[in-house]
T-cell receptor
Framework: DADVTQTPRNRITKTGKRIMLECSQTKGHDRMYWYRQDPGLGLRLIYY???????NKGEISDGYSVSRQAQAKFSLSLESAIPNQTALYFC???????????????FGPGTRLTVL | QKEVEQNSGPLSVPEGAIASLNCTYS??????FFWYRQYSGKSPELIMSIYSNGDKEDGRFTAQLNKASQYVSLLIRDSQPSDSATYLC????????????FGRGTQLTVWP
């Protein structure tokens, strides 16, 4: 079984709809992240959470909200979807690393979201 | 904001050649560096990590780090068509140990 799962894998929706993307992990990591990826723009951080009660905005949080329901679950919501939120969305997990640690992040398979 | 710049590409090399991917960064306190490979439509996959100056080798891959010059590179020896992908450079460190900062990626094509 995959360590990081995302649902749905593909979603087509209409402008103004509320959408929730879900992420679950079995890696036992305390940290979880949501990114979006657009062609030519690389990975951009939307929100991140270091534990259930610690949620932080990334570079592009406007129009998004998140919920950390448990250590293993982190959901991303688009309250009112708009076409420029069409993108590939990735969830990632990681653990607290020491200063010179090579602990890094592990990505889920992604959700391709299209907003019409 | 930590800036991570990668050679823009796309990079095209023949099968069997050495592919060289480069990354420069602006934050001197960055501690750890990572290379991810991403096939089209797929998720990034970690292939190398390094935090000490010098070279680190893993099979056909070698990561090179020079903190004084603030660059990190990835060499792929004996390149194969299956290496064709986008390679993402990322760094972590300083006051934001939990976050990674990514470059925009370099697209590599290995032709037979």
């Amino acid at each position: 079984d995959a360590d990081v799962t995302q649902t749905p894998r593909n979603r087509i929706t209409k402008t103004g709809k509320r959408i929730m993307l879900e992420c679950s992990q079995t890696k036992g990591h305390d940290r979880m992240y949501w990114y979006r990826q657009d062609p030519g723009l690389g990975l951009r951080l939307i929100y991140y959470s270091f534990d259930v009660k610690d949620i932080n905005k990334g570079e592009i949080s406007d129009g998004y909200s998140v919920s950390r329901q448990a250590q293993a679950k982190f959901s991303l919501s688009l309250e009112s979807a708009i076409p420029n939120q069409t993108a590939l969305y990735f969830c990632a997990t990681g653990r607290r690393g020491a200063e010179h640690s090579t602990d890094t992040q592990y990505f889920g398979p992604g959700t391709r979201l299209t907003v019409l | 904001q930590k800036e991570v710049e990668q050679n823009s590409g796309p990079l095209s090399v023949p099968e069997g050649a050495i592919a060289s991917l480069n990354c420069t960064y602006s934050d001197r306190v960055s501690q750890s560096f990572f290379w991810y490979r991403q096939y089209s439509g797929k998720s990034p996959e970690l292939i190398m990590s390094i935090y000490s100056n010098g070279d680190k080798e893993d099979g056909r891959f070698t990561a090179q780090l020079n903190k004084a010059s603030q660059y990190v590179s990835l060499l792929i020896r004996d390149s194969q068509p299956s290496d064709s992908a986008t390679y993402l450079c990322a760094l972590r460190g300083g006051s934001t140990l939990g976050r990674l900062y990514f470059g925009r990626g370099t697209q590599l094509t290995v032709w037979p």
